[in-house]
């Protein structure tokens, strides 16, 4: 099975911009869609983006449609979600997620691989 493992989280001013890494490790990264989840307290877990297996098509949430782009790298075994003009409400802790379906889901429970997550935070 694949373990996914986040980094790249940080504190970062209003209007710039991070960019989150999630490296896979295990069976090849082509045999996962992938996709890249956020939490707040208090909050259900929630889509940023998804991936397909060859990145041939990605989805976004309309909150970050513009601003943040997802990106994967079949060599490098390694996810990217770069992320632009961050806002306040962008704070959250952001999670790597993997499935062996070839669907691109939205929903938290429809990936079977998680990484520990990584914290986001946005200052005003």
């Known amino acids: 099975q694949v373990e996914v493992v986040e980094s790249g989280g940080g504190l970062v001013q209003a209007g710039g911009s991070l960019r989150l890494s999630c490296a896979a490790s295990?069976?090849?990264?082509?045999?996962?869609?992938m996709a890249w989840f956020r939490q707040t307290p208090g909050k259900e877990r929630e889509l940023v983006a998804a991936t397909s297996k060859t990145g041939g098509t990605t989805n976004y949430a309309d909150s970050v449609k513009g601003r943040f782009t997802l990106a994967r790298d079949g060599v490098k075994n390694t996810m990217y979600l770069q992320m632009n003009s961050l806002k306040p409400e962008d704070t959250a802790v952001y999670y790597c997620?993997?499935?062996?379906?070839?669907?691109?889901?939205?929903?938290?429970?429809?990936?079977?691989?998680w990484g520990q997550g990584t914290q986001v935070t946005v200052s005003s």
């Open positions: 295990g069976p090849p990264f082509i045999s996962y869609t």
């Open positions: 997620a993997a499935r062996t379906f070839s669907r691109v889901a939205v929903l938290p429970a429809d990936y079977e691989y």
